[in-house]
């Protein structure tokens, strides 16, 4: 794989590439569905493909395949050189990378159990079990019981023109619950689930009457809820809450590329006060086995902690290769893809930029 990354990108360079990089993917996912006590959906799905980007004389170029062979990366080199040569007479903002030292690194997610070696009717079953313990909390007023249970395992590999080339290897879990209720003409919903770069290990110790138990019970109890109050109040935060507050309405405002495009509201703002004293936001993807945690970004950069907001002053942005040299700072590991098909390196795996993404949660 690395002989053939390396093959393609240098080929690049050598039709006027001032930077280019490849990234190939190869994975699987198995996803269970029950829903009031049957089997709804199972499926097993395979992804193969291989994305590349060229920035030539300030213009991008991308081309995807699913097919990786070496005639098909030749091709999409092709493609993607011929794009980025038609469109730089005609570009309003040139592309530019930020330079960085050359990394080399094999890494993989840590894990007890591959979940693909635990047979099928076991997954099935394991969901069923959770499913069973939901809907038993009172089969009478809990209307729906649903419990979604997925394993994946993914492989990429990337190389640029810096002579950086990166192999990671991850397998993931998850389980969720959803349960909704009815009284009368009251209805209500609970819902929760568990995520991480983990294996099967992460099922194996998740107690049923706890997790899917604990789902319907709260989601029974909201039945007898009484309407909150209006007014100004101050609150306590469940720290689940606080994490989606801050990730989606302040966190992707970090984003370097939403604020060199001028849709951020923090725009300008490094150095002011932008929340309370107390507050201290941090972005940590290096926390090993969280579910948005990565050693290495997909442009090849070190993942690394970033301290968004201290005492309340805004630190600075997530930077990918192309934003990082726009602000004049150094990259610091948040180019992630959403998948080969995008040239925008979220996870698992976005137009011609890398995206900066948070994996804060």
Request: proline letters at 5%.
């Given at each position: ?208 009457d706890e997790f899917a138990g604990g789902v319907a019970r709260r989601a029974l109890k909201l039945l007898r809820a009484a309407p909150p109050p209006a007014g100004k109040f101050e609150v306590i935060i469940d720290p689940k809450i606080c994490g989606l507050l801050v990730h989606e309405a302040f966190g992707h405002n970090c984003e370097a590329d939403a604020v060199w495009a001028g849709n951020s509201i ?96």
């Amino acid at each position: 794989m690395r002989e053939l990354i390396e093959r393609t990108v240098e080929q690049a360079k050598r039709k006027g590439a001032q930077f280019a990089d490849l990234r190939i993917v190869e994975g699987s996912q198995t996803a269970v569905r029950v829903e009031d006590g049957r089997a709804d959906k199972i499926s097993h799905s395979l992804v193969k493909g291989a994305g590349l980007r060229v920035l030539i004389d300030g213009a991008w170029g991308f081309a995807s395949t699913n097919n990786i062979s070496g005639d098909a990366l030749k091709q999409c080199m092709d493609d993607a050189v011929s794009m980025a040569q038609a469109a730089s007479s005609n570009v309003t903002e040139r592309g530019v990378v930020a330079e960085v030292e050359p990394t080399e690194a094999q890494v993989s997610t840590s894990y007890q159990i591959n979940p693909a070696d635990v047979p099928l009717d076991d997954r099935v079953s394991t969901a069923f079990e959770f499913e069973k313990v939901a809907r038993e909390q009172d089969p009478e007023r809990i209307v729906n019981s649903l419990v979604s249970y997925a394993d994946s395992a993914a492989r990429m590999s990337m190389g640029n023109t810096f002579g950086s080339y990166i192999e990671y290897e991850s397998v993931r879990s998850r389980i969720g619950v959803a349960v909704t209720t009815q009284e009368d003409n009251i209805r209500q919903q609970a819902a929760d689930y568990k995520a991480n770069a983990a294996g099967y290990e992460l099922i194996k110790e998740t107690d049923p009457d706890e997790f899917a138990g604990g789902v319907a019970r709260r989601a029974l109890k909201l039945l007898r809820a009484a309407p909150p109050p209006a007014g100004k109040f101050e609150v306590i935060i469940d720290p689940k809450i606080c994490g989606l507050l801050v990730h989606e309405a302040f966190g992707h405002n970090c984003e370097a590329d939403a604020v060199w495009a001028g849709n951020s509201i923090v725009a300008g703002k490094v150095g002011e006060q932008v929340a309370a004293p107390i507050i201290t936001i941090v972005d940590d993807p290096t926390l090993a086995g969280a579910n948005g945690s990565y050693q290495y970004d997909h442009e090849g950069v070190p993942a690394q902690r970033h301290v968004l907001v201290k005492d309340g002053i805004l630190q600075g942005f997530l930077h990918n290769l192309e934003t990082a040299a726009r602000f004049g700072v150094k990259p610091n590991g948040s180019g992630r893809a959403g998948g080969y098909q995008f040239p925008n390196p979220t996870a698992p795996d976005e137009p011609a930029a890398t995206s900066s993404r948070h994996s804060c949660g």
